[in-house]
């Protein structure tokens, strides 16, 4: 039963299209359900107990979890309290944090018995939207009339009539997202070839899912796999020694040459976006950020009354404008805004993930936030059993993407990192 559940759980996560809204049935709720669902199995079975909490990373991260669920429970009540009126979706932004929790403790109970299963099935719905993605990229059968304005309405436009500058979406419903997606699933193919989980064709999935990145043309994304796979390679190889010194240096030098050749050597229409980086500073994207960052500093400082319009791969509803804070400008900077004022005072979204987390729930959540995902790593030496290599490089990764995207605030990226922390966790004597 719990292989089931694992295999249905890995099948919602990366196979349910996440534009997915059917007279009101999304994405999240379905995941939100099906947690719920699975938390209430596992209890009856006893499967879930407080003897869990002896493992000292998953004590950490609750901790961490439930530190962060009070700021953000606070900032919207607070700010409920301000406007004279409580909007039912602030309730979804607790919920978030829930169901991510829920997910990582579903997820560590039901790998303690058996991860064959799980990797399995992992790798081949990641091969799926590997495949669905060239597809996509390369309108084969002309497939994409039929089906994109179902599951990435937003990126029709660019994925027919021959567009020049395609950028492949999956069903992530946004070249970004996938990027990202892509990105942490490198490293943890990474993870397992450099742990001697060697099979031959491990080497050909972590190809096409690095040249996945490529298709999505996300520079972020791009950026994020690079220094994500590096990190691992520095955090498993390198000691103080002239020995591991070399090896450490021979691995990484054998993994930029690597992408280097890819870069050279596919199809133009693949590497024209990430050759971009070379000149990244005169990018139009790169200078919008630059003045959006610019712009909401200025407004932090009181400089503004208007926040600038933001990107648009942040899940949020947009609401209308302009409803004043009788709060304290320091005050909102210290304790937040909460999610209402954000969405009554932009049309769009943040480009700087950390600076809506600011505006969100101010200074104090944000560095809970933080503290949510860096408190397992004290647990490093009382665990031995925690791949906490694995688990840094993943938190790295999603800290370096916030820069410039969003990764907390969208379910598909979270919940999928999610996974991967749970996989950290604890292994002990299984192979996977």
């Known amino acids: 039963m719990s292989n089931l559940i694992i295999v249905i759980y890995n099948f919602l996560i990366l196979l349910l299209p996440y534009s997915l809204n059917f007279k009101g049935l999304t994405y999240s709720k ?19 107990n407080f003897k869990l909490f002896k493992n000292k990373t998953l004590k950490y991260l609750t901790i961490g979890f439930f530190s962060f669920l009070s700021i953000v429970s606070f900032s919207t009540l607070l700010n409920g309290f301000f406007n004279q009126k409580m909007y039912f979706t602030n309730l979804l932004e607790m919920l978030r944090v829930v169901e991510y929790y829920l997910v990582i403790l579903n997820y560590y109970v039901l790998l303690k018995k058996d991860r064959k299963i799980f ?21 084969l059968f002309h497939l994409n009339e039929y089906y994109i304005k179902l599951i990435a309405p937003t990126q029709y436009e660019t ?16 070249p970004n997202v996938l990027g990202f997606l892509m990105a942490l699933a490198s490293v943890y193919i990474l993870y397992l070839i450099i742990n001697n989980y060697k099979k031959w064709y491990y080497y050909i999935i972590y190809t096409l899912i690095i040249i996945t ?33 070399l090896k450490t240096i021979g691995i990484g030098g054998l993994f930029l040459v690597f992408q280097i050749l890819l870069i050279f050597s596919l199809p133009e229409k693949y590497t024209w976006r ?9 990018a139009s994207s790169w200078q919008e950020r630059v003045e959006n960052n610019k712009e909401f500093i200025s407004d932090l400082k009181g400089d503004k009354e208007e926040i600038p319009e933001l990107d648009d791969n942040i899940e949020n509803p947009s609401l209308n404008n302009k409803n004043k804070t009788v709060s304290h400008p320091l005050f909102n900077f210290i304790f937040g805004n909460g999610p209402d004022k954000l969405k009554e005072k932009h049309k769009d979204y943040f480009d700087n993930e950390w600076f809506m987390m600011i505006f969100n729930y101010g200074l104090v959540g944000t560095i809970l936030f933080a503290f949510m995902l860096l408190f397992p ?27 410039a995207a969003a990764s ?14 749970a996989y950290t966790l604890e292994s002990k004597s299984q192979k996977f």
């Open 408 to 421: 907390y605030n969208c379910y598909l990226l979270f919940l999928f990192t999610s996974i991967l922390i």
């Open 159 to 174: 994925l027919v009539n021959n567009y020049p500058f395609p950028r492949a979406v999956a069903l992530a419903g946004n």
């Open 377 to 403: 790593c004290f647990s490093i030496k009382s665990n031995k059993y925690f791949k906490w290599k694995l688990y840094l490089t993943v938190i790295i990764m999603n800290f370096v993407y916030m820069i």
């Open 274 to 282: 990430i050759k971009g980086l070379v000149d990244f500073k005169n």
């Open 30 to 48: 379905i995941l939100f359900a099906y947690s719920i669902l699975v938390l209430i199995y596992l209890i009856i079975k006893k499967e879930i």
């Open 119 to 139: 990797n399995s099935s992992l790798i081949t719905f990641l091969l799926f939207n590997v495949g669905l993605a060239f597809f996509q990229f390369h309108n």
């Open 213 to 245: 990145v490529f298709l999505s043309c996300s520079r972020t994304s791009y950026i994020t796999l690079i220094g994500g796979n590096g990190l691992l390679i520095l955090l498993t190889f390198f000691k103080f020694s002239k020995k591991d010194i």
